[in-house]
């Protein structure tokens, strides 16, 4: 398998601009998550899916932020209008529900974002 | 909300010298997550614990839950340039095998050939 697959790996923007990041999970994992990596507040998780239905978007910091999961197979994460300090590593990760799966999540490459 | 704190924050150790790195947190774990994650990239899973007392180890990493279940170490046995890298654990705090991770700060280790 090719892992959890990200696009952009990188993105450079200016403030205002809409910001849309990609992430195609594992196939077969029944849940997706996004994370923020910054230094001053670490990981964060921002919004899970299962079975493609947003579980639990307590994370997303503002409504500027909304992310969709069409299917099983993709998930974007938007952010409209972006802002200076959106500027973070985005992480997408999937994983597998279970005794047997651990529920280990497999994390992307990452989207390094940059608002201008 | 509950965090998980893990200490040091970073450690610079010279190559085949031994290590901890340690993970708190002030409520049970029912599952604890090791991550590392190499500079520029994705994090990647290294052990889970589940049990009261239980140790896993993979290659030169050792990695134990104590009996409470609230602290967790990582034992690094002579240390290699490859180790190096953000340590990070991770955990639902607050209910049984959950999915709502949250992750500890991180500690950042860099190991000198």
């Known amino acids: 398998d090719a892992g959890v697959i990200q696009s952009p790996r990188h993105e450079v923007t200016e403030m205002g601009q809409e910001v849309t990041l990609r992430c195609k999970p594992i196939s077969g994992h029944d849940y997706l998550f996004w994370y923020r990596q910054t230094m001053m507040r670490g990981l964060e998780l921002l919004i899970y899916?299962?079975?493609?239905?947003?579980?639990?978007d307590s994370g997303m910091p503002e409504d500027r932020f909304s992310a969709k999961m069409p299917n099983a197979s993709f998930s974007t994460l938007k952010i409209q209008p972006s802002e200076p300090r959106d500027s973070a590593v985005y992480f997408c990760?999937?994983?597998?529900?279970?005794?047997?799966?651990?529920?280990?999540?497999?994390f992307g490459a990452g989207t390094r974002l940059s608002v201008l | 909300s509950q965090e998980l704190e893990q200490s040091p924050q970073s450690l610079i150790v010279q190559e085949g010298k031994n290590l901890t790195i340690n993970c708190t947190s002030s409520?049970?774990?029912?599952?604890l997550y090791w991550y590392k994650q190499k500079y520029g990239e994705g994090l990647i899973f290294l052990m889970m614990l589940q049990k009261g007392g239980e140790e896993k180890s993979h290659e030169k990493i050792t990695a134990k839950l104590d009996e409470k279940k609230q602290q967790s170490s990582l034992h690094i046995t002579a240390s290699q340039p490859s180790h190096a890298g953000i340590y990070l654990c991770?955990?639902?705090?607050?209910?049984?095998?959950?999915?709502?991770?949250?992750f500890g700060p991180g500690t950042r280790l860099s190991v000198l050939p």
């Open positions: 409520k049970t774990l029912y599952g």
């Open positions: 990760a999937s994983s597998l529900k279970g005794f047997l799966a651990k529920n280990i999540q497999y």
């Open positions: 899916f299962n079975n493609n239905v947003p579980i639990d």
């Open positions: 991770g955990a639902d705090p607050n209910r049984p095998y959950g999915q709502n991770f949250v």
